[in-house]
């Protein structure tokens, strides 16, 4: 006797928040919106048609993220980072992160790993068409992926902040991200992914570790 094949569910459409604030992820991440430019409330509320609760709440979403930042009588802008708090943040950066992917690869579920697997593709599917918004939008997805599966919310919003804030620094505007191989990015995260999944924590971190000197070298 054969089993009846099981129908696929549509995908729940997003809420219309969530939207909002990756549509503006995507245009900060993809160089739409330049470091230090504001993001003026009344003009976003045009744009997605919505009041200014759902706006003020992707903006808030956006500050989380490390993407925005809300200053007195300034109103929200995407983030500006100084050359000393790029290196900062990427000190830091390579001390916390390494150390999350310990925890995700001792943590790693099957159910974990098949969705790092599906979001890897997205990543391979980005480099493919050379399309860098959609790759860095996509790439920064697969980490946040990954801090969830590690399983500590606070160092997961550590990372939010200061990961967040290298990819709205305009990497996509600097001319060093025109020689970025996307391929062997790829190569890089498949390496990561294979380290969590075996629940190598050593293989992880130096993976991780791999990667972000790689995209240090790329950041204006």
């Known amino acids: 006797m054969t089993t009846p094949a099981v129908q696929q569910r549509p995908p729940r459409p997003k809420p219309l928040g969530v939207e909002i604030v990756e549509a503006l992820q995507r245009?900060?991440?993809?160089?739409?919106?330049?470091?230090?430019?504001?993001?003026?409330?009344?003009?976003?509320i045009r744009r997605f048609r919505v009041s200014s609760i759902p706006i003020r709440e992707a903006l808030q979403e956006l500050q989380n993220r490390g993407l925005a930042v809300k200053r007195h009588n300034c109103g929200c802008s995407v983030v500006h980072l100084s050359r000393v708090e790029v290196a900062r943040i990427c000190e830091l950066r390579r001390v916390l992160e390494p150390q999350v992917m310990e925890w995700a690869a001792s943590r790693i579920t099957k159910e974990g790993a098949q969705r790092l697997e599906i979001q890897l593709r997205e990543l391979e599917s980005a480099a493919k068409a050379k399309d860098?918004?959609?790759?860095?939008?996509e790439d920064l997805k697969f980490h946040r992926m990954i801090w969830e599966v590690a399983d500590n919310a606070y160092a997961m919003r550590a990372l939010e902040t200061v990961v967040g804030s290298l990819f709205a620094s305009g990497i996509i505007g600097g001319q060093n991200a025109k020689r970025l191989d996307l391929r062997v990015e790829v190569q890089k995260h498949r390496r990561l992914l294979d380290a969590?999944?075996?629940?190598?924590?050593?293989?992880?971190?130096?993976?991780?570790l791999e990667i972000a000197a790689g995209f240090e070298t790329y950041l204006p």
Do not use: M, T
Request: aromatic residues 10%; proline residues 5%.
């Open 132 to 137: 860098y918004p959609r790759f860095f939008q």
């Open 27 to 44: 245009e900060i991440i993809g160089g739409k919106f330049k470091p230090g430019q504001r993001l003026v409330e009344r003009e976003l």
């Open 196 to 208: 969590i999944s075996d629940s190598d924590r050593r293989r992880a971190a130096l993976a991780l």
